[in-house]
């Protein structure tokens, strides 16, 4: 597949997967080889913006969705409700209602936890994997666990985590300014307007917040060894996701891997460095049609 110089239009769909109603875009041929983009904390499907028309003018089906949480049609109640094997079995779904029995995935942050878990389960179902930002699991909790440094990058993972909806009030003070400051300067400031604007919604930061709050721990996301080919890009100035972590990831991976440290990048790589980002995603998913 080769990357033409137009980008492909997106489109805005709907996914109905058991009771609830996700809001995706989706850009390419709809018998395209199928690639699942999954976004982070708070981020929604247009976070993909940058990448999605890239990938659908080289010829791939690529859906990103406003995961569990974030589409107001799919926001159950319960903290429970967002556990890990519960947005794996979503992901599933996702690539299911396009039609997808194998299929790529390419992701970022929170939906990088979901990736890695997703590969390590399920490895028949994907033909590739894409991580931008986020360690392995066990290398994350390795590193939490022997530098005290990397622990301290994940206090804002123990605020959050904190009962009485703490967190929801500070971000959402003073015109939400915290929650602005969140993305650092890196992200676009028309995304993150919209990105505020919709987490200001009734319920839906405390939803998208319960990602945080389902696991038994701070870093407890199952994801065992992976065998899938993988792709894991780092931008070296992330805040929350050191270099020890990004660098043992490898040690988790059995399969054809590639880790790529972006010098002076920082953890917003789909907003920051599409440009950057993208070439690489198409030539991963190139190796593995």
């Known amino acids: 597949m080769a990357m033409e110089s137009a980008p492909a239009p997106v489109e805005r769909l709907e996914l109905q997967v058991g009771p609830h109603t996700y809001d995706a875009l989706a850009a390419g041929p709809a018998d395209g080889e199928p ?104 290398a994350l909790n390795r590193a939490a666990a022997g530098d005290p440094e990397q622990h301290h990058r994940l206090d804002y993972v123990r605020f959050f985590r904190q009962e009485g909806h703490v967190a929801e009030a500070a971000l959402l003070a003073d015109g939400a300014a915290r929650l602005r400051a969140a993305y650092g300067g890196k ?37 065992g060894r992976i065998t899938v080919p993988t792709l894991f890009l780092w931008g070296s100035e992330d805040v929350a996701l050191g270099r020890r972590a990004a660098e043992a990831t490898g040690e988790w991976v059995d399969g054809p891997y590639t880790f790529e440290a972006l010098e002076g990048a920082s953890h917003w790589l789909p907003e920051e460095v599409p440009g950057l980002v993208t070439p690489k995603i198409l030539d991963h998913l190139a190796r593995y049609v």
Do not use: C
Not at 115 to 124: Q, S
Not at 197 to 222: D, F, H, K, M
């Open 35 to 138: 690639v699942l983009l999954l976004h982070g904390w708070p981020e929604f499907a247009d976070s993909w913006s940058g990448v999605l028309p890239a990938l659908g003018a080289a010829g791939y089906r690529a859906v990103a969705v406003d995961q569990r949480g974030y589409s107001p049609g799919a926001r159950p109640p319960r903290i429970a409700d967002y556990a890990v094997p519960e947005l794996v079995a979503d992901a599933l779904a996702f690539a299911g209602s396009q039609g997808a029995d194998r299929f790529h995935v390419v992701s970022h942050d929170w939906g990088g936890m979901v990736a890695w878990a997703l590969a390590g389960a399920h490895p028949e179902r994907l033909k590739s994997l894409t991580v931008l930002a986020t360690p392995h699991p066990e």
């Open 187 to 223: 992200v676009p400031a028309a995304l993150v307007e919209a990105n505020v604007r919709r987490l200001a919604e009734p319920g839906a930061l405390t939803a998208t917040l319960n990602w945080y709050r389902a696991p038994a721990s701070v870093i407890s996301v199952p994801a």
